[in-house]
């Protein structure tokens, strides 16, 4: 049974840094489409970065291209979103999702189009102005 567990959110000055953590659980870690996705008050869920673990091939959103840094270790079971410069507009409910890929999508940008089947919790990332 897969299982992801998100940590590491909080409230951070416009600026600031936070990093995220998502422990996983009940799969093969090294071969799985992972991404990380916010949501905010009245808006759509956002795929904000998301990883090959099979080969460490990324893609990013738009939004927090140069800012926030996705990574992995395999050892660990536990992906990571390092996040730098942190805006207000930042703020949203954080989520760590897994995907098994298909072949023609074990990349960066593959896993940025697959359909998620497994999510964590959530944590709650605030940015103060």
């Known amino acids: 049974q897969v299982q992801l567990v998100e940590s590491g959110g909080g409230s951070v000055q416009a600026g600031g840094s936070l990093r995220l953590s998502c422990a996983a659980s009940?799969?093969?870690?090294?071969?799985?489409?992972m991404g990380w996705f916010r949501q905010a008050p009245g808006k759509e869920r956002e795929g904000v970065e998301f990883?090959?673990?099979?080969?460490?091939?990324?893609h990013y959103a738009d939004s927090v291209r140069g800012r926030f840094t996705i990574s992995q270790d395999n050892a660990k079971n536990t992906l990571y979103l390092q996040m730098n410069s942190l805006k207000p507009e930042d703020t949203a409910m954080y989520y760590c999702?897994?995907?098994?890929?298909?072949?023609?999508?074990?990349?960066?940008?593959?896993?940025?189009?697959?359909?998620?089947?497994?999510w964590g919790q959530g944590t709650q990332v605030t940015v103060s102005s």
């Open positions: 009940g799969f093969t870690f090294s071969n799985y489409c």
């Open positions: 999702a897994a995907t098994l890929p298909s072949v023609f999508l074990r990349s960066g940008h593959g896993c940025s189009v697959m359909k998620y089947d497994s």
């Open positions: 990883i090959y673990t099979g080969n460490n091939s990324t």
